[in-house]
């Protein structure tokens, strides 16, 4: 069975502060790895894919991906409000097809 | 780039009638969609795999008889409900893999499907 696990949270950070979101996953196969946002009520959006050991930036986001550890996290520097949301790490399924295996979410709050 | 549509956002229909939900993918070509439903507070839960021109694959406890996919073209998807009940009500979500490179998946806004 593969897995993606997540803290569900929920991860309390102030305003400005990094948040920091981990993800562990189960297939030593997969190669790439996606966080997605998802806001109360809405579909989950895409904001980072990672297919390499490291980091990656854009913009206020840093995934990092230790494929020996099988972990993968996401920080986001000077959180904001809108920031607010459940991140969902999702691994690229090794069967093909395109499927991801989706951890279950970490749920973010960002406190003035 | 990579977006993806849904219609309805929003559906309520009476017990014992059929509900169709179109996605489409406007601006890439989606070599697979996917359809998730996931429930008040609980995490996505994968329906069906469907691929263009064959037919879908469903997840182990999906019941394919209810839950018709059809994937017409590279851009169009449609997942109908049949003889949908009040428990079916929950949101319906479809994503768009381009196939390109990774498994990435770009999500349509979802269908908020009600039934009485």
């Known amino acids: 069975q593969k897995e993606v696990e997540q803290n569900s949270g929920p991860l309390s950070v102030p305003e400005g502060a990094i948040a920091s979101l981990n993800c562990t996953y189960s297939?030593?196969?997969?190669?790439?790895f996606f966080w997605y946002r998802q806001y109360s009520g809405k579909s989950p959006e895409l904001i980072m894919s990672i297919y390499s050991n490291g980091d990656k930036e854009d913009g206020r986001f840093t995934a990092q991906l230790n494929k020996a550890s099988q972990y993968v996290s996401l920080l986001i520097r000077d959180s904001q409000p809108s920031d607010s949301a459940t991140y969902l790490c999702a691994g690229g399924d090794t069967g093909g097809g395109n499927k991801l295996t989706f951890g279950t979410g970490t749920q973010l709050k960002v406190e003035l | 780039g990579a977006v993806v549509s849904q219609h309805p956002s929003r559906v309520i229909c009476k017990s014992g009638t059929s509900v169709k939900i179109e996605c489409r993918s406007l601006d890439f070509q989606a070599t697979t969609m996917f359809w998730y439903r996931q429930f008040p507070k609980q995490s996505l839960m994968l329906m069906a795999t469907s691929n263009e021109g064959s037919k879908a694959t469903y997840e182990q406890g999906v019941e394919k008889d209810k839950f018709l996919i059809n994937h017409a073209s590279l851009t169009l998807s449609t997942l109908t409900v049949t003889s949908a009940h009040p428990e079916d009500s929950s949101f319906y979500i479809c994503?768009?893999?381009?196939?390109?490179?990774?498994?990435?998946?770009?999500f349509g806004p979802g269908t908020r499907l009600t039934v009485l």
């Open positions: 297939d030593r196969g997969s190669q790439s």
């Open positions: 994503s768009a893999s381009p196939g390109t490179g990774g498994n990435e998946q770009f």
